[in-house]
């Protein structure tokens, strides 16, 4: 570095910390304090100026100033000795002179001062004269850093069409230097490239519009800015940063029709909705400031309508309403675009939008056949003639030439059947009488053919109503199940009625009720009405008979209130019962049914005793058959069979099959058991059932019967070794018999008494002394 920069670093030098503990305490206290660069006398130590310069570079050590102690008589009995931040590295001191120098290149920007520490001692007794001393070197800032855009690359948007000045974006740079020492990180900006549309601030770097643009003109600048350090002054360092700046749309521009007149054409048998064309009006806009509505002017907007595609900003016109070439053959309209977003700023530049005309021709086309009306609506009296006259339905040709048309039923053979239509004339009529009953409407669809085009059909909706007649007399709704008891008395309400009619009554149905007058029951019950739609049926005396009469058949005459009214005889059937105070409709139902077999109460009843006889009869024989078959039982070392019925639905895999059922256990084991006797319960039995049939389940005979039965079962050494199921149950209590099974015999019938048979009544007696021979012969 030369002299003239060293002199002038020097002269920026204007502090310095030296510190040094107080002599009276030794606990190296430290302190800080400024000086002015004399040489001056501090608790011992005199200090000169101490300062560093960074990026110094010299090959020998710089000089940057001297400690010394008060005590120092130059003869070199004194040794200095440095220590702390950088001792030995950057700085070195004269251990006779006392003076520091610097021996490497200082870098504020990484490390801005150094603490060191000076000692003092006698180099004889190396014992310290002065107290250690603390002090500070300071770095000194030289410009030796540029500017830097750290933000860079810098994208910035401002609104097109903004005023001068208004605020772009800012742009920073920094600077390593010390920016509390001289001019070194003081940066200055300026715009190299971007004039004359954009302007920057010196101090700030905020980028500023310096004109008006438009973005339809160009929508993106490059501005380069630079930044100077030291202020801009000579010598200083600079750095340059790039700023795009893009200009965002705003609704400034209208729409406009590219053409002044459009020329389209639609066919007369294009359906409602067909596109017919499209129109476009440009705007050098973008985005929702581009967007439009078209709208058609003048009376020609009930034929035509315009919509938007918002995609490509396309107006479309369609159909809407269908054209004919026969009536118009050309149409004029007028189409206007406006836009959709208006900016207010710029209404002064005049209206946002554009018109334009558009001539649609209409085209020839052969159509079908056109009917006066879309839905005809007809209507005819029920049981009309065949070849009563229903309507007409009329279908024209549009077409200049009007080709003749012939007409036709479709879509059903079942309306064929009922309706047919003149093809010339489309006169409808019925091929065969018709019942409101049972449709009230009919739909017929009626077609028109060109003769000249079959191909060119056309269809027409035609309703039927089937208008009422009264053709249905009223009649019950219902078959009434009517009953009335002996004991009945006059005046008794026995049945309610009411009548429903087919017909469908315009002003409601109301029907009247009466008795035939040649009703020989007439003084057995009467009717009254009750005028509204019922009537009731009450007796006409007091007490019947049964054995005079079962049956009363009363003819009802049932009359509507049509014209001409229309009457009916329903027949209401009556069952005489017998009862005491409440009619039993089952008994009544069951005496009716015996009846109408000409069956009387004692013939029934002897009808079921001789068929109850003739069962057990049945049921003796054939028990006594069973017993005659018996063979003696086997031994023990055989298999005991039982009259018992063992189910076995395990379905095995045949005889090869072992492990399918395990029947083992159902043989009788091969060693001897006492065989215990039955318990001989016949007699019991037969007392405890005499008693039952006076006694409910309840009772505690049957419970007793029961407990008796379970115990004999689970006493029993010979049943299977496995749980069954045993039902015992009293038969009821309305037989004399009793019961007639031998499930409940001892394996022998030796021992048994059938002399309590006789008791049963006289029938039974024969089949005693026959069962007792029996067993007799058996002996």
Known sequence: MNSSVLLRLMAMLVQLWPCSPSTQNSSAQNTVQSFTPVRRVKRGWLWEPLFATEEQISPDPVYIGQVKSDLDKEDGNLKYILTGEGAGSFFDIDEYTGKIYVKQKLDREKKPFYILTAKAINRSTQVPVEPDSEFIIKVRDINDNEPQFLDGPYVATVPEMSPEGTSVTQVTATDADDPSYGNSARLLYSLIEGQPYFSVEPTTGVIRMASEMD??????????????DMVGQPGAFSATATVTINLSDVNDNPPEFQQRLYYMSVSEEAPVGTTVGKVFAEDRDIGDNAAMDYSIEADSSDVFNIITNDETQEGIILLKKRVDYETKRRYSIQVKAVNRYIDKRFLKEGPFEDTTIVKINVEDAD???????????????????????????????????????????????????????NEHNGTIITTEPL??????????????????????????????????????APEFPKNYE??????????????????????????????????????????????KDNQDNTAGIFTGKSGFSRQEQFFFYLPILIQDNGTPPLTSTNTLTVTLCDCDTEVNTFYCRYGAFMYSLGLSTEALVAVLACILIF????LAIVTIRQQQQKKPPFSEKMEDFRENIVSYDDEGGGEEDTEAFDISALRTRTVMRTHKPRKKVASEIQSLYRQ????????????????????????????????????YAFEGTGSLAGSLSSLGSNTSDMDQSYEYLADWGPHFKQLAGMYSSHRTVGD
């Not at 409407?441 to 085009?453: D, G």
């Not at 004991?487 to 009619?501: H, K």
């Open 692 to 727: 039952s049939l006076q006694v409910g389940p309840d009772s505690a005979i049957f419970r007793q019967f029961i407990s008796e039965k379970l115990e004999e079962a689970n006493t029993d050494p010979s049943v299977p070794p496995y749980d069954s199921l045993q039902t």
């Open 482 to 527: 009517t009953f009335v008891c002996e004991n009945a008395v006059s005046g008794q309400l026995i049945q309610s009625i009411s009548a429903v009619d087919k017909d469908d009554s315009a002003e409601g149905h109301h029907f009247y009720f009466s008795l035939a007058q040649e009703d020989s029951n007439s003084s057995h019950f009467t009717i």
């Open 215 to 228: 973005r339809e003109t160009k929508d993106q600048y490059l501005v380069i800015i630079q930044a100077k």
């Open 615 to 618: 069962l057990v009869f049945f």
């Open 435 to 472: 019942d409101r009953e049972i449709a009230s409407w009919h739909n017929i669809t009626v077609t028109a053919t060109e003769t000249r085009n079959p191909e060119k059909i056309s269809e027409a909706n035609v309703y039927v109503q089937v208008l009422d007649v009264n053709d249905n």
């Open 367 to 421: 159509e079908p056949p056109v009917f006066t009306l879309e839905n005809y609506v007809m209507e005819i009296f029920e049981a009309a003639r065949r070849g009563a006259l229903i309507g007409v339905v009329t279908a024209r040709d549009p077409d200049a030439d009007e080709s003749p048309v012939r007409y036709s039923i479709v879509h059903s053979s079942y309306l064929k059947r009922l309706f047919s239509i």
